[in-house]
């Protein structure tokens, strides 16, 4: 089963602000769409209510803590582990994680791709993206974005698993 990131980050690592994104960039948003329908979208809780539902056209699997959490459309587990078997069970050959910080740190060892939207600018935030690896991730493609804010959207390939 492939394992890919969907992310946007500001240029130090900022992913989350106050439980929301820290920027609005009008069309950023559809790349996140455009590689999460028809797939397995992996989301912790906390990411899962900052969106405030469940997104249409995916399979949503929201990880937490809380044992009698409950949404309705999508399924709850309690590791992501749990949301990995289960996508292979119903079926899916690629899971999308698509946030939270702990998700991404969680599962950075096992993705085999990263796409990433790097928002050419520094905002404040307590959430982040993890330091990738040395030498782990292979640059693939770069399109820069003109933008309300600028930013690139990147794509990298775990290079270690090939």
């Keep these: 089963m492939e394992i890919a990131h969907v992310v946007a980050m500001a240029e130090n690592r900022v992913i989350g602000k106050n439980g929301r994104m820290p920027w609005h960039i009008p069309g950023e948003q559809k790349i996140f769409r455009n590689l999460t329908v028809g797939k397995a979208l992996i989301l912790g809780r906390k990411t899962h209510e900052s969106i405030g539902r469940v997104l249409p056209d995916r399979t949503t699997i929201i990880v937490t803590r809380q044992p009698d959490y409950h949404v309705d459309g999508a399924y709850v587990v ?37 796409y990433l939207s790097v928002v050419h600018a520094v905002f404040e935030g307590e959430t982040y993206y993890p330091e990738l690896p040395d030498n782990m991730f292979a640059e693939i493609s770069r399109k820069e974005i003109d933008a309300s804010i600028p930013y690139a959207f990147v794509e990298l390939e775990n290079v270690s698993k090939r």
């Excluded at 990995?84 to 740190?105: H, K, P, S, T």
């Design 78 to 114: 309690h590791s992501v582990q749990e949301g990995l078997d289960l996508a292979g069970r119903l079926g899916f050959d690629q899971v999308v994680i698509g946030g939270g910080g702990e998700l991404f740190a969680q599962t950075l060892q096992a993705t085999d791709r990263i």
